[in-house]
């Protein structure tokens, strides 16, 4: 690895969200230890103990950070986790979560078997008050 390691934000007692060259990685504050995999940002599942304000508050203060390791993408990643970050990203997502969309991991959390009848639950409450989704203008609406 010829770049230097640059930490940027603390996701959890020595563990640190930070760069080396253009790639974001995790590592302890001296040494960087794997990339971050933006599919599966599993390092980052820690961040969603935190507070939201907090959490976005230092991310929007990185440059160059890609949506796919957002706190958006971070909530919708834990839904599909396990019954315990489903639970910490249904907290986020009812916070506001920004550039959340994934409204059919909710619904399908809330469908399911797995996990525990209050994560089901709160997954429905989150359903019945969600924001209406915005509906697309016709062309006929746009001429007028």
């Not at 599993?42 to 230092?58: C, I, S, T």
């Not at 639970?87 to 797995?114: M, Y």
Request: proline fraction near 7%.
């Amino acid at each position: 690895m010829d770049a230097e390691w640059h930490p940027r934000v603390v996701v959890e007692r020595d563990a640190w969200l930070g760069t080396v060259g253009e790639q974001w990685w995790i590592g302890t504050q001296a040494v960087p230890r794997q990339r971050v995999d933006e599919g599966q940002p599993v390092a980052l599942l820690p961040l969603l103990e935190q507070a939201l304000d907090d959490v976005e508050a230092r991310l929007d203060a990185l440059s160059g950070l890609p949506s796919s390791i957002r706190p958006g993408a971070i909530a919708a990643f834990g839904l599909t986790v396990s019954d315990y970050w489903a639970a910490c990203a249904l907290d986020w997502v009812q916070q506001g979560v920004p550039d959340f969309d994934r409204w059919d991991l909710i619904e399908a959390l809330a469908k399911s078997r797995a996990g525990t009848q209050s994560t089901r639950h709160a997954a429905w409450r989150l359903l019945k008050n969600r924001p209406p989704m915005p509906t697309s203008r016709s062309t006929t609406d746009i001429a007028n």
